[in-house]
């Protein structure tokens, strides 16, 4: 399975941005995914996970309400809409793929939880 996230940028302030990832080498449906998003010198942080059918999805406080987490299966695609950015959003953001199996809804922010990782797309926020 290979993910490949894009879409990243340099973008001012307030403005939205659209980041995709296109697994590869396996269907989408049987994966919950997620994205992550790493600053240097800090951990890697979830941001948002979306179960395998779309029924849930799940967000951190800190993006709650600007960041929309969405996915076509039939296009094996994910998306991450960010609106309102904030200097504080930048970092490198992954998109990560857990197969099924353990409840998801306890788990979805835990890094290894997640079975496969794209190369990320650097985000970066000018003020």
């Known amino acids: 399975v290979q993910l490949q996230a894009s879409g990243g940028g340099l973008v001012q302030a307030g403005t939205s941005l659209r980041l995709s990832c296109v697994v590869s080498?396996?269907?989408?449906?049987?994966?919950?995914m997620g994205w992550f998003r790493q600053t240097p010198g800090k951990e890697r942080e979830a941001v948002a996970g979306i179960t395998w059918n779309s029924d849930r999805q799940y967000y951190s406080d800190s993006v709650k309400g600007r960041f929309i987490i969405s996915r076509d299966n039939k296009k094996n695609t994910l998306v991450l809409q960010i609106k309102s950015l904030e200097p504080e959003d930048t970092a490198v953001y992954y998109c990560?793929?857990?197969?099924?199996?353990?409840?998801?809804?306890?788990?979805?922010?835990?890094?290894?939880?997640?079975?496969?990782w794209g190369q990320g797309t650097q985000v970066t926020v000018s003020s």
């Open positions: 990560a793929a857990a197969r099924l199996g353990s409840p998801y809804r306890d788990e979805w922010s835990l890094e290894n939880r997640y079975n496969y």
């Open positions: 080498g396996q269907t989408l449906s049987i994966y919950h």
